[in-house]
C-alpha cells in the first residue's frame, strides 16, 4: 500500500465524529506501526520534566500506560528538542544518551513532537529493539511529521473546545500542507463532491494529461475518460457512496492530444459526521508499464504459438531440467509442459540416437556455446523424427551461463527426401555397376569361344528388362517422394480385395487368401493400395512353386492397423530382409531392388512400420499403420511421417 493511502487512512481516523480522542489516537499508533514497519508505537505526555506513556502499542515492559521516566532518560530527549520528527535507524550511533540506550535497549526510533496551543503537550513515536538496515525516507517522517500533527489538532479540539476557530484554522493549515505534498506527488491526487465532479486536483494532472488543474475543477470524472472507462468509473464511484473502497482500478483517461492513458486509481469515501460528502484517491499513471506487458503478452503468445518447437533449460539446477515449453515443443514431441519440465531433454531419445551427436551438445553446453545438431528423437508415442535442434546460451548481468535456450525442427520430411535421393543413387550406381560387369563378362566367354548354356545376347535381353524395371521403380518412388501426403480413412476390405483381384488376374495360378479381422479403417494415403501391391507381387514372384500360396490378414494391434503378408516361397535374401527392416545401409550391406523400399517410404511417410522376416517356411511382411474408428476425425488420428533410414 502507498503512503498516500496510509495519509488517507489517518485522516480517515481523525475525521470519523464518532470516534473518541483515546480510539483515534490508538487506532493512529495502530496505522503508524503498520506503514513504518515498528512494533512498538507509544503516545506521551510530558509534565515538569517527567515522560509519562500514556497509549502504546507492542510489548516492551517499559513503554506501556502508566510507565515514567525523566525526560534526559528518555528516547524522545532529543525529539522535544527539534521542530522536526526525530529519526534513527541505529540509536546507538546517534545523539541519544547511552543511558536511555541501555535501559529501554531500542534499535530504530522515530518520533514527533505533539503541539497543543503552541506548548509542548508530549510526543509520539515508534520504535523496534532492532536496528534499521536504511535510515528512514522522507516520505516515512513526512508521515510521522502529519500524524503528529494529526494528533495535536485532535487534542486541540477535545481540549480546547471554546478555541473552533482556532482549530480550523490548523486543520487549514494541515490540510494546505497535505496539499503542498500532494503537489510533489508523482501521482494525481483528487476529491470528488456528490456529484461526480472535481473539487480539488493536484498539479500532477497538467504533467500527466496535459491538464491545467484549475480548469479540471467543477467537472465531472468521466468527462476526461473513454466510453468505456467512463462506465467503468461511474460503476466504482457509486459503490464508494455506498461505503466501499475502490483499489487498483484501472482506467483509460484521455490526454490533450487525445491519446489515452491509463490510471490505477485507489479511491475512498469522505465523510463528516458520519455522512459520505464526497470521494477522494489518487490515480497512478501506469500507461509505460502496460505497455511494457501488452509487449510482453505479445512476445509470450508469439513464442506460444511458434511452429518450431522452443524450450528452456536451467543449468543452475541439477541435471540442467527443462523449466519452459511451448506449444511447438508439445505438437512436435507429443509430450505436455507438464511431462516435459523438470527433466532433462534426453528423455526424447532412443535407439537410433546417435551417441557422437549427444556428445557434440553435450559438450557445447559444458562451453558455454551455441551449437546445431540434426538428430534422430522420439516422439512420446515411441515414434523417431528427424530433430533439427539448436541451442544458444543465455547469460545473466554477470556473464554466467545460467540458461539454454532450445529451437526444434521437425525436418523428417527433408531428411526423408535427401536419404531417399541417396538411396536411388547407390542402388542404380550399385545394379548398373554388377550388371555392366556381367554383360562385359558374357561378352569375353563368347570372344573366347565359351559360351555356357545361354546366349549372350539372352543374357543381355535379360538384364536390360530388369534395368529398365529397376527405373521404372525408381521413377515411381520418386514420384511418391514428390507429391502431396494425404492420410485418409481407408476401408482394409476393399483396399485389399481389389489387390488380390489385380493379381489372380495377372497370375491365375496362384493361390491368394485374404482375411480382415478388424472393424477399423486405416489411416493413410491412397498410395498405401501401391505398397500392398507391391508385396503380394513380390510374394508370387520369388515363389519357387508353379502354383504359389499367399495369404493376406488384416488385424487390430492397440492403436494400430497391423497387416501381414505370407507365402510359402524359399523366403527374401537375408542381407535384403535386414536392409529393409532395419532401414540402413551399410558398406557391406546393399539392398538391390526399390519395391521394398517403396513400401518404406509409402509406410513410414504415414507414421507407421514396416518389418520383413524370413524363415524355413516363406516370407512375411508386417505393415503397421494408426487406425481409426467411426468416432475419430482423421485429423485425430493422422501422424507425422517417421524417420526412413536411421
Known sequence: MSSDSYRERLYDVFADPDRETDEKIARALEIGSEFLG???????????????????????????????????????????????????????????????????????????????????????????????????????????????????????????????????????????????????????????????????????????????????????????????????????????????????????FLDQSGEVVVLEVNATPVTEDGEIVGVQGVGRDITARKERQRELRVKNRAIEEAQVGISIADLREPDNPLVYVNNGFERLTGYDAVEATGRNCRFLQ????????????????????????????YRKDGTPFWNRARLAPVENDA???????????????????????????????????????????????????????????????????????LSERARELEQYARGDRTPQRLAPDPLVSAVVTGQRNADPAATIEQTVRTERDICAGPELRRAVRELVENAVKHADSPAPQVAIDVADAGEWIELTVVDDGPGIDEMEAAVISSGNETALQHGSGLGLWLVNWIVTRYGGSFRIHTGDEGTTATIRLPAIDDTESVASVARRPTVLFR
Open 38 to 252: 515498528l512494533p512498538i508505537g507509544f503516545f506521551t505526555r510530558i509534565d515538569d520534566g517527567i515522560l509519562e506513556i500514556v497509549q502504546s502499542t507492542g510489548e516492551h515492559p517499559l513503554l506501556q500506560p502508566g510507565e515514567q521516566c525523566p525526560i534526559e532518560e528518555a528516547y524522545c530527549q532529543q525529539t522535544v528538542k527539534l521542530d522536526e520528527p526525530f529519526a534513527t535507524h541505529d540509536a546507538a550511533a546517534s545523539s541519544i544518551s547511552e543511558r536511555a540506550v541501555e535501559m529501554l535497549g531500542l534499535g530504530t526510533y522515530i518520533g514527533a513532537q505533539i503541539v497543543v496551543n503552541d506548548e509542548l503537550y508530549g510526543t509520539v513515536c515508534f520504535a523496534d529493539e532492532d536496528e534499521r538496515d536504511d535510515p528512514f525516507s522522507e516520505a516515512e517522517e513526512v508521515f510521522q511529521e502529519l500524524l503528529a500533527k494529526l494528533v495535536s489538532s485532535e487534542l486541540e479540539r477535545g481540549t480546547y473546545e471554546r478555541e473552533i476557530e482556532r482549530r480550523n484554522e490548523q486543520l487549514k493549515r494541515e490540510k494546505q500542507r497535505f496539499e503542498g505534498i500532494a503537489e510533489a506527488s508523482f501521482d494525481i491526487l483528487f476529491r470528488l463532491d456528490l456529484d461526480a465532479e472535481f473539487t480539488y486536483v493536484s498539479s500532477a494532472a497538467e504533467r500527466i494529461l496535459g491538464n491545467d488543474p484549475e480548469e479540471v475543477i467543477g467537472q465531472p470524472l468521466t468527462q476526461l475518460m473513454t466510453d468505456e472507462a467512463a462506465e467503468k468509473a461511474v460503476a466504482g464511484y457509486s459503490r464508494i457512496l455506498d461505503g466501499e473502497e475502490v483499489a487498483r482500478m484501472e482506467l483509460d
Open 350 to 377: 532412443g535407439e537410433a540416437t546417435d551417441p557422437e551427436k549427444v556428445s557434440r551438445l553435450r559438450s557445447a553446453i559444458d562451453a558455454g556455446e551455441p551449437v546445431s545438431v540434426e538428430i534422430v528423437n
Open 399 to 469: 556473464g554466467t551461463v545460467t540458461h539454454y535456450l532450445g529451437f526444434q525442427d521437425d525436418i523428417t520430411e527433408r531428411k526423408r527426401t535427401s536419404e531417399l535421393i541417396q538411396l536411388l543413387n547407390r542402388v542404380l550406381r550399385h545394379n548398373l555397376r554388377n550388371d555392366l560387369n556381367a554383360i562385359l563378362g558374357w561378352n569375353g566367354e563368347r570372344r573366347a569361344g565359351s559360351i555356357s548354356e545361354k546366349r549372350p545376347e539372352d543374357r543381355v535381353d535379360d538384364i536390360a528388362r530388369e534395368l529398365v524395371e
